[in-house]
């Protein structure tokens, strides 16, 4: 990758790759506020679900959603593809085609080159156009630090959309993309010889999630969300809570970006590991024979990261097999849907 004098501040690195709220911080805001309420809103925020969904006649609904943070790669050009990928990933985690985007930006009057805010736009542009995505606009902002996503509009039938919640008990739970993007990108933000493992995160987190997507299209899919702040463990609690069921995730069939494993064990763990841990303590079980190392891959914060999905486990065989025809070679089977019974919604063993 390029190197052009593009550092995250130390209050970036601190918060995590994504900088976002906690989901307990995010919960309690959005429990004071009041629900939207429309005969044609058919997604919104009830479940946490990906983008929001609206009707506009019997066969034609919108997909909406927003996304953007600060830099987890010091490649400009690369930040704009990331965060275009991440963002784009919603409409597809739904079910849903993107069609077009507006850029969300944030950049400093001073001490940073102005071109490297056209190499983040020109990285964002690349990848929308990869996805058949048209770039109609956006918004500028002055702020002290660097920040950069996209506002994408997509269209799906109203009866083919996607969500986080309908799980059944007996399906089959798949994971599309390996895990690990904010423990690696984390240890190279501090210093860590970790060239390898970089490559394999940028080259997952550049991936659009396009080709999975359509693969699913093909199967009856009862539930589908993309791993991304809330980590592998928060995003599967949320499939699992509002779908009434429990989750159990198998650790050693985990995909795992290379190096992410050793990184992880080497204490480089993000502030969002941190705080999906104190959020699911009550929720999460984590059996004590998973290796530390790997429950920290669990917990991270991803970036860009797979779908997870289920489905029914005859069909979850097929599915495999289709999504790594399609090019997408880290799809996995790695957990099963229980019925809901006592204890904690999701395990880990």
């Known amino acids: 990758m390029r190197r052009v004098g593009f550092r995250l501040t130390d209050r970036a690195r601190a918060a995590g790759c994504a900088g976002k709220l906690g989901p307990a911080d995010l919960a309690r805001i959005l429990g004071a506020l009041p629900p939207a309420a429309h005969p044609d809103l ?4 009830a479940t946490s679900d990906d983008a929001g969904v609206f009707r506009l006649t019997a066969d034609l609904a919108l997909v909406q959603t927003v996304d953007f943070f600060s830099p987890m790669v010091d490649d400009p050009y690369t930040f704009g593809e990331i965060a275009a990928a ?14 077009t985007a507006l850029n969300v930006t944030c950049f400093p009057q001073k001490d940073v080159p102005f071109e490297i805010l056209a190499d983040i736009l020109r990285g964002g542009l690349a990848k929308a156009g ?37 799980a059944r008990a007996g399906d089959a739970i798949v994971l599309t993309k390996p895990l690990g993007t904010g423990i690696v990108t984390t240890a190279v933000k501090r210093g860590a010889r970790a060239d390898e493992a970089l490559a394999a995160a940028v080259a997952s987190m550049t991936t659009l ?45 985990l995909p795992v970006l290379p190096g992410a ?11 969002g590991c941190r705080r999906n841990r104190e959020w699911l303590a009550d929720r999460v079980a984590v059996a004590a024979a998973v290796p530390d190392d790997l429950a920290e891959i669990a917990w991270d914060p991803q ?13 979850a065989p097929s599915l495999v097999e289709a999504l790594r025809g399609a090019g997408v070679a880290a799809a996995t089977q790695i957990g099963t849907v229980e019925a809901r019974g006592d204890g904690r919604w999701v395990t880990l063993a």
């Open 261 to 271: 494993r050793a990184l992880a064990a080497g204490g480089h763990l993000t502030g």
């Open 130 to 166: 990869e996805a058949g995505v048209v770039v109609v606009g956006g918004h500028t902002v002055i702020d002290e630090e660097v920040k950069f996503g996209m506002a994408v509009t997509g269209v799906i039938h109203p009866d083919r959309i996607l969500r986080n919640v309908g």
């Open 42 to 45: 058919l997604v919104g925020t």
């Open 86 to 99: 991440n963002a784009l990933s919603d409409v597809w985690a739904m079910g849903g085609e993107p069609r």
């Open 209 to 253: 999630n396009a080709a999975a997507a359509r693969t699913l299209d093909r199967f009856a899919v009862h539930a589908c969300t993309d791993v991304t702040g809330f980590g592998l463990l928060g995003h599967a609690y949320e499939m699992a809570s509002g779908s009434d069921v429990r989750i159990a995730l198998v650790a050693e069939r």
């Open 303 to 315: 970036t860009s990261g797979g779908l997870l999905v289920a489905l029914a486990a005859a069909d």
